[in-house]
Nanobody
Framework: QVQLVESGGGLVQPGGSLGLSCAAS????????MGWYRQAPGKQRELVAD???????NYADFVKGRCTISRDMVKNTVFLQMSSLKPEDTAVYYC?????????WGKGTLVTVSS
């Protein structure tokens, strides 16, 4: 089992920046995938960015140039740094990891972009 705890959500003004973190604990060996997803009210959950065990990164088109995903292998933590935030970025952001073919989700952290 893998437990995930997200942190860093909150209220930010349009154009502002925000950093999210997700700490993994439990059976953390053999995690091959870590990612961030988001779900806005009334919409489906969608990928924001992900990072594979080899280090390759992938970003959704709507965050390219505004977002950086990174990880700390020692602390088993994945980070998402977002800038130039827009009201449409308002959503619950979820951490996701895959270990030995099993997908785990965090409970999510709310990001609200509003003036």
């Amino acid at each position: 089992q893998v437990q995930l705890v997200e942190s860093g959500g909150g209220l930010v003004q349009p154009g502002g920046s925000l950093g999210l973190s997700c700490a993994a604990s439990g059976s953390i060996f053999d995690i091959t995938y870590m990612g961030w997803y988001r779900q806005a009210p009334g919409k489906q959950r969608e990928l924001v960015a992900d990072i594979l065990s080899g280090g390759s990164r992938n970003y959704a088109d709507f965050v390219k140039g505004r977002c950086t995903i990174s990880r700390d292998m020692v602390k088993n933590t994945v980070f998402l740094q977002m800038s130039s935030l827009k009201p449409e970025d308002t959503a619950v952001y979820y951490c996701n990891v895959v270990r030995l073919g099993v997908t785990y989700w965090g409970k999510g952290t709310l990001v609200t972009v509003s003036s």
